[in-house]
């Protein structure tokens, strides 16, 4: 079965500065891949996926993300953070059901 | 056009008791998921419908039972809710089913249980 791993729980960012959160992810074909963000009280909102081509995706908010088969990632990066941006993210892989990892919890200092 | 509802917001139970957890959409999707998500565990698929009618199981599917009412609702049923059930739990909907498609699913706010 498909997994994902998202190696850090918590990251701190200062406003203005670049961002990338990781995630791996485990399946023995090209999945389907997804990053979702989830702010304090509320449902789940989707960012971005990769399904084919293009390696790199453009999502909502500035948000993007690298397809790397070689390393089995799906990083998700920001050049500038907000700090409307604090929300836990959670990368998720799709191959028969969704598998979502244990999410990384983003706070913005000012 | 309010996407996926879920009722209710908050609930408190008694181990035994039992209970429904609501979610319906307006969005004319085809698949409905139920998921619970608990700290450092991500969320959890508990039982999925990927059409009017049909109902699968998830990962975690023990202690629950599903009924997919119509193609608008899907709801969630605690026979004998236990403390290992406290969570929050979301519900889900596509237009397909996630498995062999790139459907985004689109998420309610969720449903705050706790078992005492």
């Known amino acids: 079965a498909q997994s994902v791993t998202q190696p850090d729980i918590h990251i701190t960012v200062s406003e203005g500065a670049s961002l990338e959160l990781r995630c791996n992810y485990s399946y023995g074909a090209t999945p389907y891949l997804f990053w979702y963000v989830q702010s304090p009280g509320q449902g789940l909102q989707l960012l971005l996926k990769?399904?084919?081509?293009?390696?790199l995706v453009q999502g909502i908010k500035g948000f993007e993300a690298e397809f790397k088969r070689s390393q089995s990632s799906f990083n998700l990066r920001k050049p500038s953070v907000h700090w409307s941006d604090a929300a836990e993210y959670f990368c998720a892989v799709a191959a028969g059901d969704m598998r979502f990892g244990a999410g990384t919890r983003l706070t913005v200092k000012p | 056009n309010a996407g996926v509802t879920q009722t209710p917001k908050f609930q408190v139970l008694k181990t035994g008791q039992s209970m429904t957890l609501q979610c319906a959409q307006d969005m004319n999707h085809n698949s409905m998921y139920w998921y619970r998500q608990d700290p450092g565990m991500g969320l959890r698929l508990i039982y999925y419908s990927a059409s009017e009618g049909t109902t699968d199981k998830g990962e975690v599917p023990n202690g629950y039972n599903v009924s997919r009412l119509n193609k608008r609702e899907f709801s969630l049923r605690l026979e004998s809710a236990a403390p290992s059930q406290t969570s929050v739990y979301f519900c889900a909907s596509s237009e397909a089913p996630t498995s062999g498609s790139t459907d985004t699913q689109y998420f309610g706010p969720g449903t705050r249980l706790t078992v005492l």
């Open positions: 990769y399904f084919s081509g293009d390696t």
